[in-house]
């Protein structure tokens, strides 16, 4: 168990619908990344959270939007599905800003659009 | 952009032989290069580099970095079964305020040890 929780494990949605991914950082972790891995495409960034606030921005698109909470959990929101959103969201945590000494990352979320 | 290449994309070796991958990359402000094996869901950390030429070793995985050629390899020896899967490399750099951007990762290069 690395520590950091995602929530759910499989999710199998319909095209057109919306979803929400979830992520408990590693205790003491402040920031929480959202990655996205395809079969295609390799691990790819989308977006930084930072105590709350958003810190930088990837490939995530306008359909795509996150928050992270006073508690420091994040969400991921997925709304519009298309079938090519079918991936394995990946969130990751690291103590302070930046991804200096790596991270710590989730079991991922495995998300089918249907 | 930064970008982050891994070679070769895949590798089919039997239990034994020795493996070595290679990450090379271009990036503004390079701050240190990770590797991380990827099994069956999530990534998990082997190294940290971010001197030249220091190899970093664990067991049979060792690694080393050539912050002038822009380039890392990750070397397996005595490869086991248990090493299949697939190894990312990924870099992280600096921005203006100091501190480290999020880990820009290559594709993976996927190992396969057959028995």
Same mark, same amino acid.
């Given at each position: 168990?690395?520590?950091?929780?995602?929530? +759910?494990?499989?999710?199998?949605? #319909?095209?057109?619908?919306?979803?929400?991914?979830?992520?408990? +950082?590693?205790?003491?972790?402040?920031?929480?990344?959202?990655?996205? @891995?395809?079969?295609?495409?390799?691990? @790819?960034?989308?977006?930084? *959270?930072?105590?709350? =606030? =958003?810190?930088?921005?990837?490939?995530?698109? =306008?359909?795509?939007? #996150?928050? @992270?909470?006073?508690?420091?959990?994040?969400?991921?929101?997925?709304?519009?599905? =298309?079938?090519?959103?079918?991936?394995? *969201?990946?969130?990751?945590?690291? +103590?302070?800003?930046? #991804? #200096?000494?790596?991270?710590?990352?989730?079991?991922?979320?495995?998300?089918?659009?249907? | 952009?930064?970008?982050?290449?891994?070679?070769?994309?895949?590798?089919?070796?039997?239990?034994?032989?020795?493996?070595?991958?290679?990450?090379?990359?271009?990036?503004?402000?390079?701050?240190?290069?990770?590797?991380?094996?990827?099994?069956?869901?999530?990534?998990?950390?082997?190294?940290?580099?971010?001197?030249?030429?220091?190899?970093?070793?664990?067991?049979?995985?060792?690694?080393?970095?050539?912050?002038?050629?822009?380039?890392?390899?990750?070397?397996?020896?005595?490869?086991?079964?248990?090493?299949?899967?697939?190894?990312?490399?990924?870099?992280?750099?600096?921005?203006?305020?100091?501190?480290?951007?999020?880990?820009?990762?290559?594709?993976?290069?996927?190992?396969?040890?057959?028995?």
């Amino acid at each position: 168990d690395s520590g950091v929780t995602q929530t +759910p494990k499989h999710l199998i949605t #319909a095209t057109g619908q919306r979803v929400t991914l979830r992520c408990s +950082p590693r205790s003491g972790d402040l920031s929480v990344y959202w990655y996205q @891995q395809s079969l295609d495409q390799g691990l @790819q960034f989308l977006i930084q *959270y930072y105590n709350g =606030e =958003e810190r930088a921005k990837g490939n995530i698109l =306008e359909r795509f939007s #996150a928050q @992270q909470f006073p508690d420091l959990h994040s969400e991921l929101n997925l709304s519009s599905l =298309e079938l090519g959103d079918s991936a394995l *969201y990946f969130c990751a945590s690291s +103590p302070n800003t930046g #991804a #200096a000494y790596g991270y710590t990352f989730g079991s991922g979320t495995r998300l089918t659009v249907v | 952009e930064d970008k982050v290449v891994q070679s070769p994309l895949s590798l089919v070796v039997h239990e034994g032989d020795t493996v070595t991958l290679n990450c090379s990359y271009e990036v503004t402000n390079f701050r240190s290069l990770l590797w991380y094996k990827q099994e069956k869901k999530a990534p998990t950390f082997l190294f940290m580099l971010t001197s030249s030429g220091i190899e970093k070793k664990s067991g049979r995985l060792s690694s080393i970095l050539d912050k002038k050629e822009l380039f890392s390899i990750l070397n397996i020896t005595a490869t086991q079964t248990g090493d299949s899967a697939v190894y990312l490399c990924a870099v992280s750099t600096f921005i203006s305020s100091g501190s480290a951007r999020q880990l820009t990762f290559g594709s993976g290069t996927q190992l396969t040890v057959l028995p």
